[in-house]
């Protein structure tokens, strides 16, 4: 594509009206991959909007809120399984993968979610679960009742019980065993997670086929590609050990192959809670497997950041992660629909997380993890929480966000594990949050507290200019119009302070540096900004212009500060 002598003025004018808070054009980055350049919003269904009042979110329910969506500024939703579940995991336990859970919707709705979403030039992709079924699919039933049946060697199982039956749980502190005794069977199988939710098995080359035909499936129902639930776990062969198995990594690279043949720019976005050298094994190395994995290494280390307000573990763990193949991006989070995993962080680390952020035992889940929103641990407080999110938006990579995060939701401790942080989207003052108009929803509202919805919802910030909906809609707009923070060169500058961040972005002709303050306290320091002579910051989110000397910037950054400029 040729460039007109005009672009550059017209981007300079595009960094202007964003410092005076006018709405950013985003910015033609020509020929580069979608999901480098998105924002990704995470939905489960049932908990979003109830259109019809059985007291269940649903797919049309879903469809009313696209507006709402498009106006926030997401480019790709995001859906939790949606298919025929019994429900007993929220619906990571799949009974049948072609289908739609009734309660839900139909294939009809289903259609014209997809057809609306793509009239507002929204991408969507969807959770898809393929290390297990649940116990009720009948690949498992027909299995339990048959040995000699096909679907029999669809799962992993073994006469007697392994040395290794009670290691490996998924869920430590909630089951016991991963080798479970089914009594019609006459055999012990194998669930990394639940006992209901029983591991498929990834070296039977007829499961490798149903894979690949579920993926081809529901991209030629719509879909624009795939969030990868526990790809570690597709890919591992429980019978070498349950603890630290082999695996078959490569099949993701047929995995690959399937979903291209069908759509070529279809997205596989892998949940892959894995340490820094083995991240190659899963994007490929030519990215020709995953190309979004979650920074679950970063984000560990992220908390212990916000906790400790020291950087320096942080830094580490973003030079660690640097290296990746050219297509391959990073998918980076505050909050998802899971704990916070802490696994990966030393015990007196863990500690010190778990003594700012779950100073309750209750609050603690498997032994590793914080089952809390984001809002809550903050104490709500308003400027470590825009610290937090215009740090999100100025990381390299791509943004996702859950449902509720950017108005600051709650969670419910009365719930049972994960379920605190999957309660109903709160949307107004109205009775039940205006998620529903039954009496009675599938899952309680948030009604009591600070967080309670008469306090928290969608309908109250929308009409506040300072409120965290609004902020998170700034920060998407703003990082549309800078395409160097996901597509470019990156760097961490030296600041001089342990409790500051600075990172500075190429792309192209374009630069710009993004600030961030994790300390509670005032911070004076020096930052070797590397910017040509001649050249100047130009603030673009919560700063003014400053003229660096010899490349230097003397800054004051007030508690939780967080900056971003333009060099220009």
């Known amino acids: 594509m040729k460039r007109s ?3 550059l003025p017209l981007l300079s004018l595009l960094l202007i009206t964003a410092c005076r808070n006018k709405p950013v054009q985003p910015v033609q980055t020509d020929e580069v991959p979608w999901y ?3 924002t990704i919003y995470n939905v489960d269904i049932d908990s979003y909007k109830d259109s019809d009042g059985d007291g269940v979110g649903d797919i049309q329910g879903l469809i009313q809120k696209l507006d709402y969506l498009k106006w926030l500024g997401v480019d790709v939703i995001w859906l939790s399984p949606f298919q025929p579940t019994p429900d007993k995991d929220d619906g990571y336990d799949v009974a049948d ?3 739609i859970d009734e309660r839900l919707g139909d294939q009809n709705d289903f259609d014209q979610f997809i057809a609306e979403a793509k009239k507002r030039k929204i991408k969507v992709i969807m959770d898809l679960v393929l290390n297990h079924t649940s116990v009720s699919h009948p690949w498992f039933q027909q299995a339990i009742k048959d040995t000699t049946s096909r679907y029999f060697p669809y799962y992993v199982w073994s006469k007697e019980r392994p040395r290794d039956w009670n290691k490996g749980m998924g869920f430590p502190g909630v089951e016991k065993e991963t080798w479970t005794y089914d009594d019609q069977a006459k055999h012990y199988y194998f669930h990394r997670f639940y006992t209901f939710q029983p591991d498929l098995n990834i070296e039977n080359p007829d499961v490798q086929a149903e894979m690949k035909k579920v993926l081809r499936y529901w991209l030629k129902q719509g879909l624009d590609g795939y969030r990868l639930d526990a790809v570690p776990f597709i890919v591992d062969l429980p019978k070498t050990g349950a603890e630290d198995p082999k695996n078959k990594v490569e099949f993701l690279t047929e995995i690959r192959k399937a979903v291209k043949a069908i759509k070529p720019d279809a997205l596989l976005l892998g949940e892959a809670n894995v340490e820094p050298e083995k991240n190659i094994e899963y994007f490929g190395e030519k990215g020709e497997r995953l190309q979004m994995m979650f920074n679950f290494f970063g984000n560990q280390f992220l908390f212990y950041a916000f906790a400790s ?3 320096k ?17 990073w998918a980076y989070f505050l909050r998802n629909h899971d704990e916070i995993d802490l696994g990966r962080l030393s015990p007196k680390k863990q500690e010190l997380v778990f003594s700012k952020f779950a100073p309750d035992s209750g609050m603690i889940l498997y032994e590793r993890g914080i089952r809390r929103r984001l809002a809550p641990m903050f104490s709500n407080n308003k400027q470590q929480l825009e610290l937090a999110y215009s740090l999100l938006f100025s990381l390299p990579g791509t943004p996702v966000i859950r449902y509720g995060e950017e108005i600051g939701m709650g969670d419910d401790q009365q719930l049972k594990e994960r379920l605190a942080v999957r309660t109903p989207m709160q949307w107004s003052s109205s009775a ?4 529903s108009s039954a009496g009675k929803v599938f899952r309680n509202v948030i009604d009591t507290g600070v967080y309670s919805y008469k306090q928290v919802n969608v309908a109250l910030q929308e009409k506040s200019e300072g409120s965290l909906l609004n902020f998170t809609r700034k920060l998407i707009e703003l990082r549309k119009g800078h395409p160097e923070i996901s597509l470019g060169n990156w760097k961490v500058l030296n600041t001089g302070s342990r409790h500051v961040l600075a990172i500075k972005y190429t792309y192209r002709n374009r630069e710009m540096i993004a600030i961030h303050n994790f300390s509670p306290n005032a911070v004076e320091t020096s930052i070797n900004t590397e910017v040509e002579k001649g050249k100047s910051l130009e603030g673009i989110l919560n700063a003014t212009n400053v003229n660096p000397k010899n490349s230097k910037i003397n800054i004051r950054l007030d508690s939780y500060d967080h900056r971003w400029y333009a060099i220009k």
């Open 36 to 38: 480098k350049t998105s």
């Open 5 to 7: 002598p005009l672009l």
């Open 309 to 311: 307000g020291d950087v």
């Open 313 to 329: 573990d942080f830094v580490k763990v973003l030079e660690d992660t640097k290296e990746k193949p050219g297509t391959a991006q």
């Open 432 to 435: 039940q949050a205006g998620f």
């Open 97 to 99: 993968y072609y289908a």
